[in-house]
Nanobody, 123 residues
Framework: QVQLVESGGGLVQDGGSLRLACAAS????????RGWFRQAPGKERESVAA????????YYADSVKGRFTVSRDNAKEAVHLQMNSLKPEDTAVYYC????????????????WGQGTQVTVSS
């Protein structure tokens, strides 16, 4: 089992920044893949970014490339998502997920999910 807790969401103006954090506990070494997903009202959950155990391999959705940066601190069992130049279309609930294998971008690759944190970008 892996427990994930997100934090750092909030309300920000168009062009602003937020830094999300995901704290993990439990069998984290067996589920080293970390992904960030988001879900807006009435839409499907979509992949935003992901990072492998070493931090070398990363993935970003085209819509956030150049604006978002994913990183991890394995010593602290933490993963972060730095979000810059935020846009109203980034408004969603953001979820952290942990998995052991499979595609970075597929929801079904992840076995454990946090409760989500709301990000709202006002225009």
């Amino acid at each position: 089992q892996v427990q994930l807790v997100e934090s750092g969401g909030g309300l920000v103006q168009d062009g602003g920044s937020l830094r999300l954090a995901c704290a993990a506990s439990g069998r984290t070494s067996s589920n080293a893949m970390r992904g960030w997903f988001r879900q807006a009202p009435g839409k499907e959950r979509e992949s935003v970014a992901a990072i492998g155990w070493s931090g070398i391999r990363t993935y970003y959705a085209d819509s956030v490339k150049g604006r978002f940066t994913v990183s991890r601190d394995n010593a602290k069992e933490a993963v972060h998502l730095q979000m810059n130049s935020l846009k109203p279309e980034d408004t969603a609930v953001y979820y952290c997920a942990a998995g052991s294998k499979g595609s970075y971008v597929t929801v079904t690759s992840y076995d454990y999910w946090g409760q989500g944190t709301q990000v709202t970008v006002s225009s």
